[in-house]
């Protein structure tokens, strides 16, 4: 069955850390892939997308992601997280065949200071 | 710049009211959303309007009842509806249907939170 898989359920991490979170999906074909964040109690927003070109892919906030096509993987990064960077990351996938999104099940981050 | 605009915010409605969520957007998209989302759960689909016409119906209990008006707005009509059923309810719209190539990004509401007692 076709899957967006997070591995990271909950992460927690201090203040100034990096941060790489997995997301990887089981299609097969071209995809689009992108990374939603979740702030509590807030909407989703789009953090970054990758349609084609540079895999490397730099969004809002100073995350980036990966696309590493061999893999199937687009892991999200932040070379220093924080406090503010508490909330929800969610990856979806949107493949050639498919008229929807799917997204992964997401992570929960959690930044002490 | 990307707006998608849900009211109202907060709804609570007992087991035997009908109500109804609604959805705008003005960025000229003419594929619509609605999704459901639980506590730190993944939204999870449950219709696609396309050119104001029901695309995908992802099996929703007819409780849940769509309608789009014109190509700017969504509605989502309650009625019957079980406690189960409280959760955020997520509006969304692209430019055209999702699929790969076609440079299409999806963009969500802020939702409207039900509670259903």
């Known amino acids: 069955a076709q899957s967006v ?3 990271n ?72 997280v924080q406090w503010s960077d508490t909330a929800e990351y969610f990856c979806a996938v949107n493949a050639r065949t498919g008229n929807q999104f799917y997204f992964g099940t997401g992570t929960s981050l959690t930044v002490i200071p | ?17 009908k109500k109804s969520l609604k959805c705008e957007q003005h ?9 459901k989302q639980k506590a730190k759960k993944p939204p999870e689909l449950m219709f696609v309007y396309s050119y104001e016409k029901l695309s995908i119906n992802e099996s929703v209990p007819s409780r849940f009842s769509p309608e789009c008006p014109n190509s ?9 509806l079980q406690p189960e059923d409280s959760a955020l309810y997520l509006c969304a719209s ?5 699929r790969a190539n076609s440079g299409n990004t999806i963009y969500f509401g802020e939702g409207s939170w039900l509670t259903v007692v």
């Open chain 2, 72 to 80: 700017s707005l969504l509605n989502l009509h309650l009625h019957a």
């Open chain 1, 9 to 80: 359920h909950h992460v927690i991490l201090s203040e100034a850390a990096s941060l790489e979170l997995g997301c990887n999906y089981s299609y097969g074909g071209t995809v689009n892939l992108f990374w939603y964040v979740q702030y509590p109690g807030q909407h989703l927003q789009l953090l970054l997308k990758y349609f084609s070109g540079d895999p490397l892919v730099k969004g809002i906030k100073g995350f980036e992601a990966e696309f590493i096509k061999s893999k199937f993987s687009f892991n999200l990064r932040k070379p220093s």
């Open chain 2, 1 to 17: 710049d990307t707006e998608v605009t849900q009211t109202p915010k907060h709804l609570v409605m007992g087991m035997t009211n």
């Open chain 2, 27 to 35: 960025m000229g998209h003419r594929a619509m959303y609605w999704y």
């Open chain 2, 94 to 98: 692209s430019q055209g249907l999702l």
């Open chain 1, 5 to 7: 898989s997070q591995h």
